[in-house]
């Protein structure tokens, strides 16, 4: 295990969270009969959520001999590494049913990978 596993899977747990907290105020926007759906997607969702969590737990639990920096200080990862994860994660989009939960969480999937992306661009040109 590295500080990068680490990174990631803070910033794959903070997106999860985001994308259940937008998904959350939409369905708040719905009569309770059309919302359904979203419910179903919200459930889904957390349960991805709470599997993170439990995989942060793990790491956590691994890194308690180590003496590494907290999450906020790991940079990001190399830049080729990201862009070939963000171009296969855009063809998981494409071959998803919009709409969908999965597509959902493809599309959160692209977006985390196209900001991280961007850092790491940023922060590789700025050293």
Do not use: C
């Given at each position: 295990?590295?500080?990068?596993?680490?990174?990631?899977?803070?910033?794959?747990?903070?997106?999860?969270?985001?994308?259940?907290?937008?998904?959350?105020?939409?369905?708040?926007?719905?009569?309770?009969?059309?919302?359904?759906?979203?419910?179903?997607?919200?459930?889904?969702?957390?349960?991805?959520?709470?599997?993170?969590?439990?995989?942060?737990?793990?790491?956590?639990?691994?890194?308690?001999?180590?003496?590494?920096?907290?999450?906020?200080?790991?940079?990001?990862?190399?830049?080729?590494?990201?862009?070939?994860?963000?171009?296969?994660a855009e063809r998981d989009?494409?071959?998803?049913?919009?709409?969908t939960a999965e597509w959902?969480?493809?599309?959160?999937?692209?977006?985390?990978?196209?900001?991280?992306?961007?850092?790491?661009?940023?922060?590789?040109?700025?050293?």
């Open positions: 295990m590295t500080e990068q596993e680490l990174r990631l899977s803070s910033d794959v747990f903070l997106a999860r969270v985001e994308r259940l907290q937008a998904l959350e105020l939409q369905k708040r926007e719905l009569p309770a009969s059309e919302m359904a759906g979203i419910a179903i997607e919200v459930e889904e969702l957390a349960r991805e959520v709470l599997a993170w969590a439990r995989h942060q737990t793990e790491l956590a639990r691994d890194a308690q001999n180590g003496h590494w920096r907290p999450i906020v200080m790991i940079g990001p990862r190399p830049v080729s590494v990201v862009l070939d994860e963000w171009r296969a989009l494409a071959d998803a049913e919009p709409g959902e969480l493809r599309r959160a999937d692209v977006d985390r990978l196209s900001d991280e992306y961007a850092r790491a661009y940023q922060e590789q040109r700025g050293a």
